[in-house]
């Protein structure tokens, strides 16, 4: 059952969906973490559960969003893990690759699991395979990150 705040959220990504990157990092995000700052335990549970109901362009601005939450805020949820499982519900694969460049925070979350890691680096891997993404580099950094992350566990 997605939740008012859920359905706010949404609403406000659906709103400036087609607005420029720069928009959401000046500014846009600050509405979405209004919003976020209402939640309660049960609201980040509920949001962690919905956000495979959410659509490809709301996984790709939220995923951004959330990677910048807790800057300035007090909060106890794990952001770098919704971050990651954004990346791997999202199906717009330029924007797979874009997100390549975040992923050394994967050392940040909080308490991560083998099946989740992996499911990051199967997404890596998915993109490597398919051609989505075309900087090496940036493929092998991200493979390394993921690798770290595992060997920590």
């Given at each position: 059952m997605t939740t008012d705040k859920i359905l706010t959220i949404k609403q406000i990504i659906e709103k400036d969906k087609k607005t420029d990157g720069d928009y959401w990092v000046n500014g846009g995000?600050?509405?979405i973490y209004n919003i976020l700052d209402t939640f309660n335990n049960e609201d980040?549970?509920?949001?962690?559960?919905?956000?495979?109901?959410f659509k490809d362009h709301e996984h790709s601005i939220f995923a951004r969003a959330i990677l910048h939450y807790d800057e300035d805020r007090k909060i106890d949820?794990?952001?770098?893990?919704?971050?990651?499982?954004?990346?791997?519900?999202?199906?717009?694969?330029e924007d797979?690759?874009?997100?390549?460049?975040?992923?050394?925070?994967?050392?940040?979350?909080?308490?991560?699991?083998?099946?989740?890691?992996?499911?990051?680096?199967?997404?890596?891997?998915?993109l490597e395979e398919?051609?989505?993404?075309?900087?090496?580099?940036i493929l092998r950094l991200a493979y390394d990150y993921v690798e770290q992350a595992i060997n920590r566990l």
């Open positions: 995000n600050e509405s980040w549970k509920e949001l962690d559960r919905d956000l495979a109901n949820i794990d952001n770098y893990h919704l971050f990651f499982k954004e990346f791997i519900l999202l199906k717009d694969y797979c690759d874009c997100l390549l460049f975040d992923m050394f925070y994967i050392e940040n979350i909080k308490n991560p699991d083998l099946e989740f890691l992996n499911n990051v680096r199967l997404k890596i891997q998915f398919s051609g989505f993404s075309t900087n090496e580099e």
